[in-house]
């Protein structure tokens, strides 16, 4: 049917299909359908069996790259790829985050260095704002797997706390039961005076999934505003793409373990190399980023491996991209090239 109709079309329709085809429109349009074709990316990676394991491989993703189209905001490109709002603005402190000039290429950071934690369930890494969730192992194998995406977190005075917790129940649509503090808050500076707002309501901060936690006021949710993710833009909630929580959602159980950290400062090898990762300190609760850096990585176990001018320039940029700071020739690798005949 299908070969018919073509045959029967004008050839002026056909050439101009041909036309499109090679010449695309130059202009292109984000809509919802298009972020929520989006699929959640497992990433594996390998715990190491004991310190300065060569084979351990702590960072995961690799960047990718984009060239950006006429109509595109930095917005819409970190939200296509999972990317935070701070993320890419980070990294590209020089380019107009609404209107990016068409044609340039960007470099996207889609690469990270796991946090230091229980590699178990939900793991928000608070400086960085991003979750990590890590399914259970299925066996003894140092090999796993997780899941990683961009959040907002709480606002400097309303602070995502440091805590642990479980999940406790999930709902679909939510209805937000304004607390009485922020009831007042939104009564002095907006003169909402509303004490709940309905589930399904395009007002409904919580957006259309919740899942609830131990911790009394806090919740992991989806959002109306999808450029809060990757900002300080709540009152201690963690806030997802909408497309990014409807997926979490069904693949988190009640009971699964949690826990809120804060490292601005993480460490990880991967296949003997040593990379760093280095952020802003959102709440300001780290005195001296430096200092944090070189006991992290001490504890870390690869402290001889490291190159402290490297160390110390990826603390000064804070780019909250992985910097490889390992040495050129550390000790071990210099012993094993002795060994080898490579000297």
């Given at each position: 049917?299908?070969?018919?109709?073509?045959?029967?079309?004008?050839?002026?329709?056909?050439?101009?299909?041909?036309?499109?085809?090679?010449?695309?429109?130059?202009?292109?349009?984000?809509?919802?359908?298009?972020?929520?074709?989006?699929?959640?990316?497992?990433?594996?990676?390998?715990?190491?069996?004991?310190?300065?394991?060569?084979?351990?491989?702590?960072?995961?993703?690799?960047?990718?790259?984009?060239?950006?189209?006429?109509?595109?905001?930095?917005?819409?490109?970190?939200?296509?790829?999972?990317?935070?709002?701070?993320?890419?603005?980070?990294?590209?402190?020089?380019?107009?985050?609404?209107?990016?000039?068409?044609?340039?290429?960007?470099?996207?950071?889609?690469?990270?260095?796991?946090?230091?934690?229980?590699?178990?369930?939900?793991?928000?890494?608070?400086?960085?704002?991003?979750?990590?969730?890590?399914?259970?192992?299925?066996?003894?194998?140092?090999?796993?797997?997780?899941?990683?995406?961009?959040?907002?977190?709480?606002?400097?005075?309303?602070?995502?706390?440091?805590?642990?917790?479980?999940?406790?129940?999930?709902?679909?649509?939510?209805?937000?039961?304004?607390?009485?503090?922020?009831?007042?808050?939104?009564?002095?500076?907006?003169?909402?005076?509303?004490?709940?707002?309905?589930?399904?309501?395009?007002?409904?901060?919580?957006?259309?999934?919740?899942?609830?936690?131990?911790?009394?006021?806090?919740?992991?949710?989806g959002t109306n505003n999808p450029?809060?993710?990757?900002?300080?833009?709540?009152?201690?909630?963690?806030?997802?793409?909408?497309?990014?929580?409807?997926?979490?959602?069904?693949?988190?159980?009640?009971?699964?373990?949690?826990?809120?950290?804060?490292?601005?400062?993480?460490?990880?090898?991967?296949?003997?190399?040593?990379?760093?990762?280095?952020?802003?300190?959102?709440?300001?609760?780290?005195?001296?980023?430096?200092?944090?850096?070189?006991?992290?990585?001490?504890?870390?176990?690869?402290?001889?491996?490291?190159?402290?001018?490297?160390?110390?320039?990826?603390?000064?940029?804070?780019?909250?991209?992985?910097v490889d700071v390992t040495k050129?020739?550390?000790?071990?690798?210099?012993?094993?090239?002795?060994?080898?005949?490579?000297?």
């Amino acid at each position: 049917m299908a070969r018919q109709l073509c045959c029967r079309s004008p050839r002026w329709l056909i050439l101009l299909a041909g036309l499109i085809f090679l010449f695309p429109p130059p202009a292109w349009t984000w809509d919802e359908a298009t972020f929520f074709q989006k699929q959640l990316i497992i990433y594996s990676f390998v715990l190491p069996e004991y310190r300065q394991d060569p084979q351990a491989a702590m960072v995961i993703g690799s960047p990718q790259t984009y060239t950006i189209k006429k109509k595109d905001t930095l917005l819409d490109i970190a939200r296509y790829f999972d990317l935070g709002y701070n993320e890419l603005v980070t990294v590209y402190l020089n380019v107009d985050p609404w209107v990016p000039d068409p044609g340039e290429t960007l470099q996207l950071p889609t690469i990270w260095v796991l946090p230091q934690s229980r590699f178990q369930g939900i793991v928000v890494n608070i400086p960085e704002m991003r979750l990590y969730y890590f399914p259970p192992a299925t066996t003894k194998s140092t090999s796993r797997t997780v899941i990683t995406l961009p959040v907002g977190v709480g606002r400097e005075n309303w602070p995502t706390p440091q805590a642990r917790f479980t999940i406790r129940g999930k709902t679909v649509n939510p209805t937000w039961v304004i607390p009485a503090s922020i009831r007042q808050e939104r009564i002095q500076k907006k003169g909402w005076s509303e004490r709940s707002i309905p589930g399904g309501s395009a007002k409904n901060p919580l957006g259309k999934h919740r899942i609830e936690l131990t911790l009394p006021s806090y919740a992991i949710h989806g959002t109306n505003n999808p450029w809060a993710v990757g900002r300080l833009a709540t009152h201690g909630c963690i806030r997802l793409y909408p497309e990014d929580i409807a997926q979490l959602f069904h693949i988190i159980h009640v009971g699964t373990p949690g826990e809120f950290i804060y490292q601005p400062v993480k460490v990880g090898s991967h296949h003997g190399r040593v990379y760093v990762e280095v952020h802003e300190d959102l709440y300001g609760l780290v005195p001296d980023l430096q200092a944090e850096a070189y006991q992290v990585t001490a504890q870390s176990g690869w402290g001889e491996a490291i190159d402290h001018s490297r160390l110390q320039q990826a603390v000064r940029d804070k780019s909250g991209v992985p910097v490889d700071v390992t040495k050129d020739v550390w000790p071990e690798q210099r012993e094993e090239m002795v060994r080898v005949g490579g000297e």
